[in-house]
């Protein structure tokens, strides 16, 4: 047996592989540099473009554009006017932004349990946790696999709750032959650097309600009914600042970025499903290693490539395992930390305990490397080390 980098051996690679990246190429750059050499640098054409190119690639008949997947979140909840006393259901296997946009809007987080084979929001109990104060919920199609939208819809209209997907994983799968973006009442995107295609930072909303979209508008600029350039077009100066919002604008060169970044979406979705049937494979006769359940009708964007170790198998544990990775040069990550085990939401009285499954997993995940600019030397190594490791510390 080759001798574990941790313990001084040779490891499998000479540099870091990071979990996941961006790519960039020629032509994004050229989008970006013709917005520098324009008159907009900021809520001009480019924005408008993004936001039709995004809607016609999902589906849903209205996208805006914001400047961070959490301003996404934080929009959704103004849209739909949560306000203290409002409890707001919420995956617990998350990351926190998903729960921190109730917080912004003054309401409660209700965390909620997930499935254990697919660690996404489980439906029983979401019903269990629905009270006379229960607004909305907000489903995580965590690691890019849509959640039961279905169920979910029945449970919402039962209730009288709106459905917000926080689909920061899931640009480009689908559910029942229905695109992500369309799943939900409000569906939220972030456009960081390791999702599946980047602004720098950006988010983005989508929705099929006129009403909800713009407000959202209004939100994003301050509550301000006109932005610089209509304006500008109009000649005249006068505005109204309706609603109480933010600056979520996102500048037009971020957007010109996102408009070249799309068009590769397809392809790079199909390069990171590529991948996981590799993976998938490799790890089937590795009894310590257990990829996500993929359910039927479902498609997954693959944003995490998440494994659950099978501790019974294993002489040590998930910190033991991780740091073996890291030492192999495989830059694996865990995702996510159940959201209210961190200290802000313990000192608001969130007790451990809560949700016992996505304790549990939390204790068991390692994310592996996935971003479509891998290479199939990279593949091959992340394969050959979680080998090398679950075969040293196999009991
Ligand atoms: C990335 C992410 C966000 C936040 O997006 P930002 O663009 O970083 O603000 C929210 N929810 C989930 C599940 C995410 O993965």
Same mark, same amino acid.
């Given at each position: ?36 050499? +324009? ?45 203290? +006393? ?85 640009? +480009? ?84 970025? +996102? ?137």
């Amino acid at each position: 047996m080759k001798k574990l980098a941790i313990e001084g051996g040779m490891p499998i690679r000479p540099d870091l592989l990071p979990y996941g990246r961006q790519q960039i190429d020629d032509a994004d750059i050229q989008a970006v540099v013709n917005v520098l050499r +324009g008159d907009w640098l900021t809520t001009g054409p480019n924005v408008d473009a993004f936001e039709e190119a995004f809607s016609a690639k999902t589906g849903a008949k209205y996208a805006v554009a914001v400047n961070s997947g959490t301003a996404a979140l934080h929009a959704a909840m103004f849209a739909l006017d949560i306000k203290p +006393g409002d409890e707001v259901i919420v995956s617990a296997m998350t990351f926190a932004a998903s729960a921190n946009c109730v917080i912004y809007q003054g309401g409660t987080p209700v965390f909620t349990d997930v499935e254990m084979d697919t660690l996404l929001l489980d439906a029983t109990q979401v019903e269990e946790k629905i009270t006379s104060r229960t607004k909305a919920i907000i489903a995580v199609d965590y690691a890019g696999q849509p959640c039961d939208y279905d169920t979910l819809r029945n449970i919402a209209d039962k209730y009288g709750l709106a459905l917000v997907a926080d689909a920061a994983h899931s640009l +480009g799968g689908s559910y029942k032959e229905r695109a992500v973006g369309t799943l939900a009442d409000l569906n939220t995107f972030s456009l960081h650097p390791v999702k599946h295609i980047t602004t720098g930072e950006g988010g983005v909303i989508t929705t099929d309600n006129a009403d909800l979209a713009q407000k959202m508008r209004y939100f994003r600029t301050h509550g301000i009914t006109s932005d610089h350039r209509q304006r500008a077009e109009r000649g005249g100066w006068f505005y109204e600042m309706v609603d109480l919002g933010y600056n979520y604008r996102i500048p037009d060169i971020n957007c010109a970025l +996102g408009i070249s970044q799309l068009n590769k979406l397809d392809s790079w979705v199909s390069r990171r499903r590529n991948i996981t049937l590799e993976y998938d494979l490799a790890f089937a006769d590795i009894p310590a290693v257990t990829p996500l359940t993929i359910r039927p009708e479902r498609s997954s964007a693959w944003h995490i490539y998440p494994i659950l170790l099978e501790t019974e198998y294993l002489r040590v544990g998930r910190e033991q395992i991780f740091a073996a990775l890291r030492a192999e040069n495989i830059g694996v990550n865990v995702h996510y930390i159940p959201v209210y085990w961190h200290p802000y939401y313990a000192r608001h009285g969130y007790k451990h305990g809560l949700c016992a499954i996505t304790e549990n997993a939390y204790n068991r995940l390692i994310t592996l490397p996935i971003f479509p600019a891998m290479s199939k030397q990279d593949v091959k190594d992340v394969i050959a080390a979680v080998k090398k490791v679950m075969e040293a510390y196999a009991i």
